[in-house]
């Protein structure tokens, strides 16, 4: 669908992201029903007595994948399409080359590069010992996850393969950051731990994995994410990996795994965007700036993607809350 | 000491609680003191040319404890001893009724009372089974500890027993409350978990026997209590015990744990007091009113206590940063 | 109508609480009246063609009560009514067992049973004296209104009966920790004065008589409620209560009557709340707790009864700004 | 005293601002004494050996006034006196010019003037009838205290007739800015009132009166003012003096009383400076910028008194809390 | 059209402020216009089967002016035209009266007289020499401009002839406060500099000349305002015209200009305001409240003006976010 | 002086940094003098009795240099001189090796390395052409001035050589991270300008060259520092670089000057911290979290180096207001 000119006609895959039953003026119901691939959205009507109504009411389920041939156009009202035929996706359609990532909007990197570039940071930049035992073994349990978590529910990155995004940009940040520090002030007492900043650029959005819950539609909130959230839960699964450890033989010394532990409950460096304790080491200073910086960058990115105001700026209503320059006068 | 007249010489037991070495304005060193007993705090200086100031110098250790045959004088600079013997506490001594608790200001409510208090309210409170087993668990755990336990380093309860004192307190008000509301509004949907508050009244601040560690002196901060903080340290506990429960076959169920661990993590309801989320259950928002109201009710205790500026309104220079009245036009 | 099942067809009393003239795209006037009883809102339009749009237009006013005969159905846009008979309500309807309060949101306790409780709570927990006939004074010559009165405009305890309801839960909280706290601390220097305490719970809202008026439609702010708000209305009721009672022979000392003035002029504790001074006194810090308390108590039940979010929490668009757990994971 | 240049002898009456007991490093008791007038303050050390440390210990008295002939010099720590002779004033000493005002610092400006002036202005701003009558009749019932009272305990006009001069420039500004709305926007609806805002700008802080009670040494808090403040107590003196007027049988009009009792309540803009209410009346925003602007510029100007930095700038530990500028480069 | 009375047919010019194309619900596309002259906006519809509807659709350009007969009713929906003629509006119209301004909103003042005021203020408050110099010069430089411009893209005085409406009540006020001060403190050390007030007062916002671009549809943002802003732009204004006054032999000097920088600069005094400075002299302090006081003047001015809520007080939402008092109880 | 070992008798050469004239509880004047070498900074009294005390206070000069033979000795009231001989530093001593810069404190690294390093950066990072032009211009046209240049009076990087120091931190992070996200986002539109990242990371603080002066004893702020601020004086500087450049025929385009006045003005992202316009171009948040990044971390590298409480963490009066972790539990 998202390569589609308007006007053109064609088959494709869609997800049924959203169906709303609504009424007209007249009390009569139809159904607004958005269809997602990964590059698009699109949602339109279908009204009560056109020939799919009854098809819609009964049988689209939402979270369900969709074969459709339609009439793509660009409207003032967005994008819409003229359905033609449309069934379910079936068992078959895996050979035609569906899967249900080409639904769903994603990171623009390799999600298994990613994956590889980060553990081969963590043997890079963390001497061989427990401390990179932990970080390995963290994310080799939690590949598969991985690969398609977003970042996010909102905000930055909130699409599948954005976790690794962010994270292997905020590891890398901060190992640069680190290794520059390190040479340029050796005699800093304590000295700076490079394999702490290295390790907590990787775990720093761990908890992630137990805050949110991910859906064909995106990420949204678990329970224990929303009472207790990503920063603590976070640091439970590096306390839980590390007392596995200890028990398996490799332990981990206490004040590493202080220092990890609060790189995690500091990134977020203010009580309220989220950080109890602000960053009290170098190690959670230079994570916390790589976090923001991308976490930040990304936003922008995003904005001048998206934004459709005319003129040199974009507008102020998106996740900055302020305009972005695009150039000109 | 603490029940001498000024100008009454008299044997007494005190703590060594602080020695600085000075100088004269004519470069000649000397001492300031600092002996405590559960009362009073006395601070003078012992004159390089003093009889005593050799031992002093040499001899006494901060954190011991003496035994004084001195006369007390109320002076311009606060009270004041002239020591006419001294010497360390001996194994005799204990048999003359010297205890190092008489030697520390303390709550003035019996420990062992509070503690078996707090116990009968968690029977109270919660039915039998895997909360009470908790609650109780972790009480009687560390029962020996928390029956000398400050409830802070400084601003409330700071002294032996103030840990105990507070959270009797909390746990009475939340027991109220809860019983209250749960009367009064018997149809709310999910109906209010009167256990919940009790359990979450008594553990709100267990964290605290982490992030402090007790000396003769008073409490200080571990490096994990700065690093990472009573509130998230209190729910370690708490899932440490949950876990070490699941294991001896008395489980707890997950949404009872996770009501309990949201209480402690959000009793400071705002982030920049140090809780990451707010209250977002009523069991939660009825422990967080029950803890801040029993802190203030005790700061503004103290500072009447101690406020020692004349008229109807003591100064603002105090752990309130605000007059409190006390009375007369 | 309140309880009436949907498709369900009937006789009942209603009030017309609101009546909006709108035009159709075609530029065709139509009407969007709202029913209420006690228990329901019904919204929905009158069509321009319709039987009853004339009567609509011409003779339906808001703030009247109708008797109706109608068609109850739930739909996607909310619960609507096919009217098919309306018309004033008479005289003669009130033996049928018509009465204004049916038409309104009302407390689920009686007013009469709360306003006893208070007096009750008035001469309990106050002795005989000048104070309790000031407190007892005040409730009983605001009697009438009293026992319909709404505790705000919106936020909590909005509803006829509400301001008893929330008055009550107050007292008697603040009565209850006054209570104990004066048993715990009776060396506190002045005294704790459990009257005060009693007699602020209980009055101090009482500007809230003049800061709102009530109409059949609702609470709204009366000019000097704007310009002057409640809490210092509520401090010259007092003041002018005093003073009559001081020409009446039964003066109250000037400390008792500046500490009732100061539970009233600094209950919401924060400048930004409206309280121009912080709790300076003990009885004051604890009718903050006890209304902020309550306050926030009443909004959460609120919410857990309104939301319609699916899932374990409600959504966040609501009084206090924040998701509210029900339960589940 | 103020007169004298360092190293003259000379007659003159001041005020025993302050006595302090303090101790020698040896233990010995010495005195420090300041001794006050119009211009200046002088605190310096009585020793315990000289001679008149036992008239200070025993008999010198903080709030008498006392005829002194000493030596003055201007020192490093401040200017200092060598006291030759001193006794208390005596009856006959006003004969010789002395008076108490003489050895308080106090306005540039003759008080029977500044409210001559004020009076000027009410009947000129406000035309005849009830609220100049209320205007008038409660400065003139105020008059022998205003003519003495200054403007706050600390902070801006803390001198005798501080009052007076801080509230002509306010009414002066207020009378200036509303004359000139008036005449640039004469058609808003509804119209300015200037009589409102000239009453506004004379009793906006009239309430100092019960706030503040004076003594020889400065002015400070009433209990009353501590617990309920300025704000609130301006406003009873204006309801309570309308009141008298009504029964006297010259009315106030309600809405004339609301705005008048608004622009005291709300001149201080924001609930964190003391106003429950924002500015919700033209006049109400004139009177809040008139002040506002005058207590700024008096904290300006008596901070290029004070200051004693030297260089361009002045220091920032002062009332703004920043650096003013003087000159230079 | 700003004349017509509801229900009057006549004819008259207008701008085309706005065009959007819209669908009806039918999918069929229709055009919402927007008709502005200087006392009104006409927003309403033009139906896709309307005979008006191609011409609107191919013809009608928002910037461009049309004369009209039309049909003027006031509706629900706000006040409408039926148009039975247009036509752009041509050369000869001027001749019939015709000019830009007749469909702008606009100063109630003539743009002319205020600039001339000004010119004369300069003139009487500033000595003659380079500081007039420079006022004078670089308000007669962009006259032209000025004589049309708002002062801001919303929020106060957004309309033509906006900028020396409020800059005119600007400096007078400025004026008229540093000279009473003068008056009032002449010995203020350095002395008050009346002159940089007044020039202060004039050219405090002339950086808005850079910060907005004036189109027919009114102000909005440069990409340098956006992202410099006009306090920082109207600095450089001044140091440019300094720059060249001294090489043309008229030099400034130094003090005064940085006073005069200091004052743009300053005059919006907190950070979160746009002022990276605070006023740090009394003429930066002068016209801060002079700037503000008739800010906030003209906001509450407009929102009597504007707001349509019935009763004593205006609604909230509006530039200032609070209740306006209207009269009334 | 700094390398001398507690009771060692050595020459050097001193600074004198500071001479306070004191007095004693006699009254006999002493003084306290401070000499500073660039590892040390020793303050003592001379006592007025001492053979030194009249050319310390007839000939010392604060500012001046000295030769000293002195006994060097740490006491409980820090480090203390006991001068055996003093002169003031003659012309020959230059080639016994004194040199200004040796009594001073100083970066660790090589200012003319340093220097050369931002050249070489920006000689790689911006391509030739005006731009290069422009930044290579302004380094080179203040080389000797920012060779010995500190980054600020207080805070961080507060000695000589601190400006290149932490402006070759800040432009290396900057050059980093836009390489880092030109290859991982080139598509971005419109593109990141590696070339403005670096020039603003190079230029960012450039106005400190005119916010401060330096002196012997350290920086303090011109006047226009601080009615102004190294914000606006430093896009000062690169306007009229660029104007310059313009005359000579080498113009910088619009935007590109454009963007980099932006990241000077945004550098510090929040109105508190002194920027008037947060970052609005991806330059621009790439410069500021260098800076900040920069800048924190070289706070927590001093307090780690200055602070002396004992234990596992460091004390909270510093820089930063917070603990930071030195290690150990």
Redesign the interface.
Known sequence: MAEMASGEEGDFFALLADKQ?????EGK?YYRVTFRDAGRDCSFPIWGDAPLADACRDDWKVGDFYKLRALYRE???GPQLDIRKIRPVEESDTADGFSPQMCQPASRFNPEEMFDDLIALAEEGIEEGPLQTLVVGLMTEHRDTLLSWPAAKRNHHAFAGGYLEHVR?VA??AY??AQ??AE??PD???PLRVDVAVAGGILHDIGKLRELYATAMGA?????G????H??QG??MV?EAAAAQAIAGEPLD??TL??L??VI?SHQR?????????P???EA??VH?AD??DA??QM??TI??DDTAA???TGRRNVLG????????
Not at 220 to 224: F, K, L
Not at 322 to 329: C, L, T
Request: glycine share 6%; proline share 9%.
């Open positions: 039953t609504l009424l007209t003026k119901p409207t003032n009202y940009n890398r940040h640069y950051l520059r520090y340029l002030y800093m007492s304590p949204d909130y678990t329970a224990s929303s009472l207790i959230g920063i603590l640091r439970d306390r206490e004040e202080l220092r532990e609060h409950v203010l009580p309220e965007w989220g950080s109890p304790k602000p009290m080491t170098p200073l230079i700036f923001d910086c930040k960058y922008m990115l001048l993607d003129g040199p700026l302020q305009a972005v320059y695009r150039g000109g006068e």
